[in-house]
């Protein structure tokens, strides 16, 4: 799926006010920024403490149906809060769609 559309389905999905991405030079990775409403802080807080295992678990999942990109890559992947209510994720592409399932569902 192309990035632009995933990225529209997850905003309009978990309705994110906005979500964009950077392409990361030198890396196959991506910056997805997302904006929170309170709902998103909370699940999020809710899920700070297994943030760890919830990365190594979409990791898994995903070298299940794309051997392409070694596990060590995608387990490098991390999240950040910037301001208020921002999101940053670093990570693949292959990784994006089930972490913020993991994380706002």
Known sequence: MELETLLSKLKTKYSFDQADYKKLSGTPDL?????????HIAALIERAG??????????NLVTIF???TPK???????????????????????MIELLVEALFN
């Open 31 to 39: 910056e997805i920024r997302l904006k929170l409403n309170d709902s």
């Open 50 to 59: 297994r943030l760890d295992a919830i990365v190594e678990s979409c990791a």
């Open 66 to 68: 794309d051997a392409s």
């Open 72 to 94: 060590e890559d995608l387990l490098k992947t991390s999240v950040r809060c910037v301001g208020s209510n921002e999101l940053h994720i670093f990570t693949h592409q292959s």
